[in-house]
């Protein structure tokens, strides 16, 4: 393994309305690992994770994607030349496309190739048996795995995930992380995740990097984040895993 992070962020500032929300943020996600962004609702997770895509711009700071810097000030790659995957909860699927168009839908090249490729993901989310269903047939369950489908699709080298999971009831949303994490894992695609429940970020993290008012305030693995709060709010905030 290398030691050169998939991705990295150095310093990202972005301030709305004179309100600095993000901070100062700096992390990393190294090859084939999942770093979960975890904090609660409002605190900048999302305007970290749309600057890393490129569809928000930092004021400061800058990115790189396996050592290359990609964003800076000044230079600055656009969202589609940036090898990252976009998996967000309100990212629905196109309607009027089957299951297999939507999967398709951002593959260039030879249509039986990509016929392939279509199916050997359709397969590694269970969803081989639908693949000439359209969104509507689906249950919600269903829509996240083909959702997942299409976004590895392209062979992203970057995973960036906004609480990809919360429009899910419970029952099905442990499962369905579960077999996410194992997909990931099998495409070795690094991972961002963004969550505010500290829960989800035990189960799936390598890393977490806990945020507050657009701060990293503590990283670490799982369990010593867990067992060694950096501060009593951070403890309380874990008390409440469900
Ligand atoms: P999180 O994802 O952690 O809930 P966000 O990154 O969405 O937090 O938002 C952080 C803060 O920035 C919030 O107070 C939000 O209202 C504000 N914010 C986000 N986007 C914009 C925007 N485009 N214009 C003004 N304020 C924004
Ligand atoms: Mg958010």
């Known amino acids: 393994m290398t030691d050169t992070p ?12 004179g309100r600095r929300v993000v901070d100062d ?18 605190c900048g997770k999302s305007t970290t994770l749309r ?27 656009p969202p589609e030349g940036r090898g990252i995957g976009l998996m967000f909860q309100d990212f629905a699927l ?30 590694k989310v269970g969803m081989l ?8 047939e689906l249950s919600g ?14 062979r992203p080298r970057i995973m960036l995930m906004d609480e990809p999971f919360s429009g899910l009831d419970d029952r099905l949303r442990d499962d369905i992380r579960d077999e996410t994490l194992d997909v990931l894992k099998a495409e070795g695609t690094a991972v961002l995740l963004v969550t505010h429940e500290p829960g989800e ?15 990293i305030v503590q990283r670490g693995a799982p369990y010593n984040i867990y ?10 905030f874990f008390s409440d895993i469900n």
């Not at 067992?227 to 309380?236: I, L, S």
């Open 129 to 136: 048996s639908h693949i000439d269903n359209y969104p509507h």
């Open 227 to 236: 067992n060694t709060p950096v501060d009593k709010e951070a403890a309380g």
């Open 201 to 215: 970020a035990m189960r799936m993290a390598d890393e977490i990097a806990l945020m507050r008012n657009g701060k």
């Open 141 to 154: 369950g269903e829509q996240q795995r083909v959702a997942l489908a299409r976004a590895l699709a392209p």
């Open 6 to 17: 998939r991705l990295e962020i150095r310093n990202l500032m972005r301030s709305f309305g």
């Open 94 to 123: 196109f309607p009027h496309l089957s299951v297999a168009g939507n999967v398709a839908y951002g593959l260039k090249g030879r249509a039986s190739k990509n016929r392939a490729r279509v199916e050997e993901l359709l397969g």
């Open 25 to 42: 943020v700096s992390l990393s996600v190294m090859p084939g690992q999942v770093t979960c962004l975890l904090g609660p609702s409002g």
């Open 51 to 77: 600057m890393i895509a490129g569809i928000e711009t930092q004021e400061s700071g800058s990115i790189f994607v396996d050592g290359e810097m990609i964003c800076d000030g000044k230079y600055r790659v």
